[in-house]
């Protein structure tokens, strides 16, 4: 009996530390931005150990384990669960000081973080039944409590309540079944879940082959890949989903030699799926289906002008491709050159993705006349808006000229009219439009060393008989995309080709347009002019410029 006694208190702390562990704590934290409180609000949860700091609603759970001193993330990607686990001891390094402070009636210790050049002070009590931080990463010690969190002395976290609660629903830490995959893996599955992916082509092959049977069909097939041009063009239709609407949207290209040297001139562009007259016709048909233009000296382009009836293709990307990228990597191998093994291109194209089509055709062109020519990668990433309330999309897009001649093989004519005329569109505006602009792309060729690819010529605009804007277009840092280019000619003077600058463009890059704004232009008929100071041919070489252009805007309803 007096042992029973003496065991008694011992069993009743087991029995009370047993109660308390099945209790739920919930710990709130009040937010400030340079002293002034906000309404972001901060909560976790605390339970047999487990610190729960996610929300019901979060992709992207996140525990941390105090028993086991790890922190725990979970994501659903692909209707399959991954975990990654870091321990304590890989997390960032504390440095502790004498400071203390006290909040909500607790003496606090105060240790610091310096991590990805931020500072990020703590103050944390060791003597709480509740452990955690509302920063699962800044947790100084296994035993902390944190109560205060400054990030770069400007932005806080300052505990405001500590609460036995009943969750409105059940905490889950469903860990055990989930795929276990190390950091840098699950830091990318968390990117690839906050976006949506379209994969146009996948290490497809362009190159020159007359023997590519020609689609003729009336109507062809969603998600499948067509060869035009001579297989100098990949074309393909995918839907756009309305959830795709609203999204920023980027043009991903890979791109690497198969067997081609040289830098050629590419192009990533877009045909609506309900336009009825575009350059689809003559890919299908022939170049005599599509409209010319005809220069004052009797020269014909087909395929260059918005007619009203026929539209150009809309250009997403202008890219050339690198001197041998890959292919000729070992066939010219230089001590401490590290040639890229193909170039990546990424742009950002929201304004000219349509918000009125389901479907559109999605194209790549490179010009060259190659056997073996260039493999290429294309995809469209849309990336959800992260505005709180979301707004209705109604964009305005209308193509109105382009000299690129994606039918070069088929023998559609170079943009070589600037020498003797001038390019002009006339257009109208039937609607109210906000923020209107001109995506104006130029780029300028004749390889030799007068040429327009070497000469810098001065573009001009005209809008109703006005100049809106004039450049020298050029492009003064090729020689940063060495790497790229194994196969460029390499001259005495020490310099490569690829080096050399040019008429807005390099080998292995993409080149930019450039936005003109034209906001005070009212609904009514217009007319735009494209002046180019181009050079003299030399001999049986010439010069040509390769322009687009596409008014884009937001319309009025």
Known sequence: MRN????????????????????????????????????????????????????????????????????????TFKKELYKSVVDFKDLPKPTFTDKTATILDYECKYASFFYFSN????????????????????????????????INGNRELKVSAIQEVTPVKALEFLVDDAIAVDK????????????????????EQINYDPSIPVAKDAVLSLNKTYRFANGTVLL???????????????VKLYSRSNGDAYDRTGSVFIIPGSQMASILNGFQYGLDQLPVYTDSKDNTYQG?????????????????????????????????????????????VTPLIPSDEDEIWVGVFIGNYDKGGHKVSLELDFYPSMASVKKPVNKYINSLFSTVNRMEANGQNYGRLFKNDTL??????????????????????????????????????????????????WRSDCATYRLSNPASGNFGNGLSSSDYSRSNWCPGTLTTPYYVPL???????????????????????FSHWGVTGVLTGSIVK
């Open 236 to 250: 393909k239709k995918v839907s756009l989903t309305p959830d795709l609407k609203d999204s920023k949207v980027f």
């Open 4 to 75: 029973l006694l003496k065991l008694l208190p011992l069993l009743f702390t087991v029995l009370l530390t047993a109660q308390q562990d099945q209790k739920v704590y919930k710990v709130s934290y009040d937010s400030y931005a340079n002293g002034e409180k906000n309404d972001r609000q901060v909560s976790f949860y605390f339970h047999k150990g487990i610190v729960y700091n996610s929300k019901d609603t979060d992709k992207i759970k996140q525990y941390t384990d105090v028993i086991n001193q790890q922190n725990i993330s979970t994501i």
């Open 424 to 473: 002009k569109v006339t257009f109208e505006i039937t609607e109210n439009i906000k923020d209107l602009q001109l995506i104006y792309t130029t780029t300028g060729h004749g390889g030799w060393v007068d040429g327009d690819e070497y000469m810098p010529r001065m573009n001009r605009v005209l809008v109703d008989g006005e100049q809106v804007f004039a450049v020298v277009p």
């Open 184 to 203: 840098p893996a699950f830091e990318a599955l968390k990117i690839e879940s906050r976006y949506h992916k379209i994969v146009i082509f996948d290490d």
């Open 519 to 541: 906001h005070s232009l009212k609904k009514g008929k217009h007319s735009m002019e494209i002046i180019i100071e181009q050079g003299n041919d030399g001999g049986t070489s």
């Open 304 to 348: 260059v002008l918005n007619d009203g009836n026929y539209a150009p293709a809309i250009e997403l990307m202008r890219f050339f491709t690198a001197f041998g990228t890959h292919h000729f990597n070992d066939k010219r191998a230089i001590k401490n050159y590290d040639w890229a093994e193909n170039v990546m291109y990424n742009q950002e």
């Open 119 to 150: 500072t990020i002070e703590v103050w944390y009590t060791e003597e709480a039944r509740v452990k955690g931080s509302p920063y699962s990463s800044y947790l100084p010690t296994a035993d902390a409590l944190v109560l205060r969190v400054l």
